[in-house]
């Protein structure tokens, strides 16, 4: 019995060591752990839809971005495309944003606050590089999210037909994502763009897809579409061409840019 409660009393003296140092390791682990991280994303696309709008003349686009989070809730990052000059970008075949803001989650509550710049180097409108800057602010409750934009500068350099400035355009976003299991999701949104001084510039757009996750692989096929005003016919404001340089030359193809459209995505975070 005495020999019993010795062993017992051995064995919880060598044990309690071990517990601790497994503890101060755990510790040490966490207070090593970076506020920093550092994240990117690459993808392939049949077309680059932006705001429901084509960007690429329905041709295929590469897309990718790179981004930093602090776990203060700061963050930065870039992100970048190839679009057809016929879009509104003379002379151009890239996009390149930058943005920074501030997101923060509150149990399934999130804010996003920030700002945007979309700049498209080699572009020449007017003289000018095609550029466009908004601020946002948003809001999320578990996987439905809804964002507002307003533009800074006139919007993506366009002018209304007497010159007036479209700065103050506004853009409201409304997402949602449901998660099935087994890899398999589904997202909706729909959109709104109010074009400040430009006749037929208005518009909604609105998205249904569905994603597939293989070994960190996301296969993504959506349906977009728009009311936006492109009817070629009547020569309407988002009627897009093939080309488009700074001397106004048009290319020999147009398309209705906020048409209906089926995307097919291969895309990857790391």
Not at 28 to 33: N, V
Request: charged content about 15%; overall charge negative.
């Amino acid at each position: 019995m005495n020999k019993s409660l010795i062993a017992l009393a051995l064995a919880g003296a060598f044990a309690m060591p071990v517990m601790a140092q497994t503890n101060d390791a755990s510790k040490d682990e966490a207070a090593t752990e970076s506020p920093h991280s550092f994240t990117g994303n690459a993808g392939l696309f049949s077309s680059y839809r932006f705001r429901g709008i084509a960007q690429t003349f329905n041709k295929p686009a590469i897309q990718g971005g790179v981004d930093y989070a602090h776990s203060s809730g700061i963050y930065v990052g870039n992100w970048n495309s190839n679009v057809n000059s016929g879009a509104g970008f003379p002379d151009g075949n890239l996009e390149m944003d930058f943005y920074g803001g501030y997101k923060m989650a509150f149990g399934d509550f999130g804010i996003d606050v920030g700002g945007i710049y979309y700049y498209y180097p080699g572009t020449d409108f007017n003289g000018s590089t095609v550029k466009n800057g908004e601020i946002y602010i948003g809001g999320s409750w578990k996987t439905v999210s809804l964002k507002y934009y307003y533009a800074l500068t006139d919007y993506f350099s366009v002018k209304g037909p007497n010159g007036e400035g479209t700065d103050g355009t506004g853009y409201v976003d409304l997402t949602g994502t449901y998660d099935f299991g087994d890899g398999w999701g589904v997202v909706g949104h729909i959109g709104h763009l109010n074009f400040k001084n430009v006749s037929g510039g208005s518009y909604t757009d609105w998205k249904l897809g569905v994603t597939k996750d293989i070994s960190g692989w996301v296969i993504g096929l959506s349906y977009i579409d728009t009311n936006a005003d492109g009817n070629c016919s009547k020569g309407q404001f988002y009627c897009f061409t093939n080309s488009l340089d700074s001397a106004g030359n048009l290319g020999n193809k147009t398309i209705n840019a906020g048409g209906a459209y089926g995307v097919l995505s291969l895309s990857k975070s790391f």
